[in-house]
Nanobody
Framework: QVQLVESGGGLVQAGGSLTLSCAATDSIFRMGWHRQAPGKQRELVAHMTRGSVTKYADSVKGRFTISRDNAKNTVYLQMNALKPEDTAVYYC????????????WGQGTQVTVSS
């Protein structure tokens, strides 16, 4: 069983930046972030494999950057140029194989972007 511990998040004005971190208790192939806004389905934000292959949602390309420290089993999400529509609960995700089969979830951290 892999546990995910998230940190970061909070309240920021539009155009601002935030960084999320997620530490896993064990090494796993793919780690990343999903988000869920009120009344909407949870959606992929970004994923990265242990070999640094990335996948981003179109809505965050050019603004968000995912990175990973394999030695620390930690994944980061640098979020720049934040928009009010980025407001959501952000969940760390860990996958043994493909990004659309999440094996482990973090507890979630709130990101609120004010206009």
């Amino acid at each position: 069983q892999v546990q995910l511990v998230e940190s970061g998040g909070g309240l920021v004005q539009a155009g601002g930046s935030l960084t999320l971190s997620c530490a896993a208790t064990d090494s796993i192939f793919r780690m990343g972030w999903h988000r869920q806004a009120p009344g909407k389905q949870r959606e992929l934000v970004a994923h990265m494999t242990r070999g640094s292959v990335t996948k981003y949602a179109d809505s965050v390309k050019g603004r968000f950057t995912i990175s990973r420290d394999n030695a620390k089993n930690t994944v980061y999400l640098q979020m720049n140029a934040l928009k009010p529509e980025d407001t959501a609960v952000y969940y760390c995700a860990a996958c043994r194989m493909t990004w659309d089969i999440v094996d482990y979830w973090g507890q979630g951290t709130q990101v609120t972007v004010s206009s």
